[in-house]
């Protein structure tokens, strides 16, 4: 079964713009991320992008690069990069977003594991326990419960499971941004209309719930920072240099 890494990336960043040129270590974030995807031991890895400034610096460090029209979600641009390639429908799409340049390699296997085990899933992602209640307190780190078989139930902004004593404090997870899919559901997600739970939590991910389909998700122990402002480019910095 084939698989493909697409890095979907833009330059208009509202927090961050040109974050995926901005310079780390001697190499823009971009190359880092396309790097760490090649660690996979995977050899189909692509940057789907709508700037050319992106396309040609991805050339040039050597990379491959899909040449995409403007979208409103890094899951459309891939849908249109993995059409562009001309995959297959049973073609396993990683999305890896571009702004994960400490992404550990050892991840990648563990996300496709599920989609791998059972034809019955269509999507899959990552998720790690919060050790801080300034994580779970904060709604740009999302969370997500599970069902007993691991799979999804909801992700939300808010801290969930709400806690009432007495008894024995739920795990909170930290859902991790990065997805797995068959391109047949790509093909199918996309056309699907906007759900009101994710125009809600402004949550890419609830669309595939409120339409009934799954989402495995398989846990992780640590966590990976990513570069969504300018501060956090100096925590990936601090971490880097801890590795």
């Known amino acids: 079964m084939k698989q493909v890494i697409i890095i979907p990336a833009r330059y208009g960043s509202t927090r961050f713009p040109g974050k995926p040129l901005v310079q780390l270590f001697g190499k823009p974030l971009i190359q880092h991320v396309y790097e760490r995807a090649l660690e996979s031991g995977l050899k189909e890895v692509y940057v789907a992008t709508d700037d050319k400034r992106i396309f040609d610096t ?13 979208h409103p979600s890094g899951t459309d641009r891939i849908w249109e990069a993995a059409n562009i390639l001309g995959l297959a429908s049973e073609t396993l799409i990683i999305n890896l977003q571009g702004d994960q340049p400490l992404f550990p390699s050892e991840y990648f296997s563990l996300l496709l594991k599920p989609l ?31 069902d007993k078989k691991g799979r999804a139930l909801y992700f939300s902004r808010s801290p969930i499971p709400f806690f009432r004593p007495p008894g024995k404090e739920p795990i909170y997870l930290k859902h991790i941004g990065v997805y797995a899919y068959r391109k047949e ?16 939590e402004k ?9 009934g389909y799954s989402i495995a998700v398989s846990l992780v122990p640590r966590d990976i920072p ?6 956090d480019l100096e925590i990936v910095k601090t971490c880097w240099e801890k590795l």
């Open 58 to 70: 991805v050339v040039d460090f050597g990379g491959k690069a899909v040449m995409t029209g403007e």
């Open 116 to 146: 791998l085990f059972s034809t019955e899933l269509s999507m899959a992602t990552l998720a790690v326990p919060i050790h801080s209640k300034k994580d779970l307190d904060n709604p740009h780190k999302v969370k997500v419960v599970l």
């Open 185 to 200: 559901f790509l093909d199918i997600f996309v056309r699907l209309p906007l759900g009101e739970l994710e125009q809600a």
């Open 203 to 211: 949550l890419e991910q609830l669309r595939a719930l409120e339409y």
């Open 226 to 231: 990513e570069v969504d402002t300018p501060e």
